[in-house]
C-alpha cells in the first residue's frame, strides 16, 4: 500500500540509470521512500523490484525493507522521451556526477518538480545523458577517495536537496 507523500508541495523523482546492483538499488528505494520521493524511473539495466516474471526480487527486497512497494516505480523507456516529457511538465532534471560542469551539490536550488538522476556506480553517467540534465551536481570529496556509493551518495544529496 503506496502511502500519501508529506511533502505536498514538492513533487522529487528519481531515474536510477545502468545501476548495477539489486543491493544499492533497494537501499535507493528505501531511502527514497524516507524522503518522501513520488516515483522511480528505472533505465538501462538497472534491477528493478520485480523480475521478468513478476516475483520479487530478493536482493532488493532485503535492503529496500517494503519500500519498493510504498514507492512507485516504473521500467522507463527512452530517457530522452521521458526527460523532454517531464520538462514539459515543469520538471527540472538534477544528474548527481563529477564532472568539469557540475556545482557543488549544496548550492543547488529546487523548485517544486524535481527529477533527481543517478548512474552507474563506477562508470557514472554518459555525456549524452548529462547534457539533457539542467544541472549537474556533485558532493565534493575531502579524502582520499574519488567517490561515494551510489546509494550513499544519493541519500546525502536527496537530503541535503530538500533541506531535511
Do not use: C
Amino acid at each position: 500500500m503506496k502511502r500519501e507523500r508529506k511533502d505536498k508541495k514538492r513533487d522529487v523523482r528519481v531515474l536510477l540509470h545502468n545501476i548495477r546492483s539489486t543491493h544499492n538499488v533497494g537501499s535507493i528505494f528505501r531511502t527514497a521512500d524516507a524522503g518522501g520521493v513520488s516515483h522511480i524511473y528505472i533505465s538501462g539495466y538497472t534491477p528493478s523490484p520485480l523480475d521478468q516474471f513478476k516475483r520479487k526480487q530478493k536482493d532488493i527486497a532485503k535492503t529496500a525493507l517494503g519500500a519498493e512497494d510504498s514507492v512507485a516505480w516504473s521500467k522507463a523507456g527512452t530517457l530522452k522521451k521521458l526527460i523532454a516529457t517531464l520538462k514539459i511538465d515543469g520538471f527540472s532534471v538534477v544528474a548527481l556526477e563529477q564532472s568539469k560542469k557540475s556545482v557543488d551539490y549544496k548550492k543547488v536550488e529546487l523548485g517544486e518538480k524535481v527529477l533527481l538522476v543517478v548512474g552507474n556506480e563506477v562508470k557514472g553517467m554518459s555525456p549524452e545523458l548529462l547534457k539533457l540534465a539542467d544541472v549537474v551536481a556533485e558532493i565534493p570529496m575531502r579524502g582520499e577517495k574519488e567517490s561515494l556509493n551510489v546509494s550513499v551518495a544519493f541519500g546525502i544529496a536527496l537530503f541535503q536537496l530538500l533541506k531535511i
